[in-house]
């Protein structure tokens, strides 16, 4: 509810007046004196100070210097029975929103200015607030990201503090017409310790690797059926965490190429000169995808972490907006 302190050494002009307001929803406070609206300024914020120059005392410029040691962004108008040049430019000097004049036949004039000005203050002083908030949302987000730059120059340590269950037991897919590569390779890497699956064709491999737990598929590129590079489209398309490897007994420059454009982790000639570089290879695409792992997890941590820096800094931005639509 948006207030006003009428401060007017005619009780019966101040409570008039704080009556009309209030009926209008405005929530009112009457002084007659500087000595009187002090405490009632001490002791809350009023959006806009009314004030009358002719005050017993203390005038009311006085008033208002007062008003600003409590608070520097106090709003005032003056409404005055006794007008002057000079008084005038004096209420210009100290920021006045309104130097009006009492006339009893201008109240519709009175109570419009009175409460155009009091919109302008609520929504000048919102925007200060919530200007005063980016700022702080700012320095959180500085702060935040100095953090992150502290973890993210020990990351390897981070890292390796993170066991990303997913990886573990490391499971891949031989899909190879040839059984015998089938049966090297999955003998190679169950004596790695990883779990091994075998399939003869794209359209068997495709079903095993719709059942999900897969990390890792070796694929020749001519398949019957569904070919190698069909089977990696389809992996990256709707698996995209499952690394693929190409495999090849007829390599060309060129099916190398589109293979890696696919997405291939690697593309592998056989028959295998050395099953040690086979080896070597997964174990990078290993390392590679368990970094990825840990690396998600960990700016997972970082986002749940800021989520509620987010959200305030979403909803500034919201009211920000709404305020510029008003304005």
Same mark, same amino acid.
């Given at each position: 509810?948006? +207030? ?10 101040? @409570? ?6 209030? $009926? ?8 007659? +004196? ?36 409590? !608070? ?11 007008? @002057?040049?000079? @008084? ?30 009091? $919109? ?10 919530? *200007? @005063? ?36 037991? #490391? ?19 169950? !004596? ?17 690797? !719709?059942?999900? /737990? ?5 694929? !020749? ?6 070919? /190698?590079?069909?089977?990696?489209? #389809? ?13 090849? /007994? ?24 050395? *099953? ?36 305030? #800094? ?14």
């Amino acid at each position: 509810m948006q +207030s006003l302190l009428f401060v007017d050494p005619d009780p019966k002009f101040a @409570s008039s007046l704080a009556e009309l307001f209030a $009926g209008r929803g405005f929530e009112t406070a009457t002084a007659l +004196s500087a000595e009187d609206a002090r405490p009632l300024l001490a002791a809350r914020r009023f959006d806009l100070l009314l004030t009358e120059l002719q005050l017993p005392s203390a005038s009311g410029f006085e008033l208002v210097r007062d008003a600003r040691t409590l !608070d520097p962004n106090q709003a005032f108008a003056v409404l005055t029975g006794s007008e @002057s040049f000079w @008084s005038a430019l004096e209420a210009i000097r100290l920021g006045a929103r309104e130097y009006l004049v009492k006339h009893l036949d201008r109240v519709d004039f009175l109570v419009e200015s009175i409460e155009r000005v009091v $919109g302008r203050v609520v929504v000048e002083r919102e925007s200060r607030e919530i *200007l @005063s908030g980016v700022t702080t949302v700012h320095d959180e987000l500085l702060m935040s990201l100095v953090h992150l730059e502290r973890e993210n120059n020990t990351l390897s340590e981070k890292l390796g503090e993170l066991q990303p269950r997913t990886l573990e037991p #490391y499971r891949i897919l031989i899909v190879d017409d040839e059984v015998l590569v089938g049966e090297v390779l999955q003998t190679l890497f169950i !004596d790695a310790g990883f779990e091994v699956e075998t399939a003869v064709s794209g359209e068997l491999a495709m079903a095993r690797i !719709d059942q999900g /737990g897969l990390h890792l598929v070796l694929a !020749d590129k001519n398949l019957p059926g569904i070919s /190698g590079l069909d089977l990696i489209r #389809y992996v990256k398309d709707v698996h995209p965490h499952i690394e693929v490897v190409m495999m090849t /007994g007829f390599a060309s420059l060129e099916s190398a190429i589109e293979a890696l454009e696919l997405g291939a982790a690697a593309y592998l000639l056989k028959p295998f000169e050395d *099953l040690t570089e086979v080896m070597r290879k997964v174990g990078d695409i290993r390392r590679k995808q368990e970094f990825r792992a840990r690396a998600t997890d960990f700016l997972d941590r970082f986002k749940t972490r800021n989520r509620a820096f987010i959200e305030k #800094y979403e909803g500034l931005r919201r009211r920000l907006f709404e305020l510029n639509a008003l304005g």
